[in-house]
């Protein structure tokens, strides 16, 4: 399914990713319909991701509204973890190359895993973050909490072990204070 509706856009990597002034625009864009629909739906279950869409696209609903810079922040960190890994490639007609200009030399793999390992991570925090808001806020977000997924329920029983999402590791929760 196509998105239409954008909850975040490359505007938003500025004030929260180390993103470069002079990144191709389109690349990025690319991975921020697929990362917004897998892990929002994910994370938000798909009834409340239709309403959180809902809200931006029509009518603001306030506690939509204080909601969006945890889920932005979650968003923006996945799609920048996602964009590092094809950051390098173009797609031609003779398959994927690596573009390489005068002024620099393409950072070395291990260089490279360890940035998407440290954007994955910024990702699993705010993913943390934006869990734990839901749950303490819960009776805020109805849709959320009575899912049909089990989306409220299930998380705050498994100790929101959803950072570690792909690994078969666990990680301790955010504690609020």
Known sequence: MAVSTYIISTADFSSRADLSQNIITQ???AQIGPVQEQFGIKILC????AEV????????????TTLLPYLKDF????TYARYLVGSPVMMTPAGPRTQIDTTSALASDKQISEIIALANQDANFYQDTLVNFLTLYQDDYPTWRDSICGCGDRRTKKNNQFSMIGSNKTK?????T
Do not use: C, H, N
């Open 75 to 78: 968003l923006v960190y996945k």
């Open 53 to 64: 869409l809902a809200s931006i696209s029509g009518v603001e609903v306030a506690v939509i």
């Open 27 to 29: 690349k990025i864009q």
């Open 46 to 49: 798909r009834d409340f991701y």
């Open 172 to 176: 301790t929760p955010i504690e609020w």
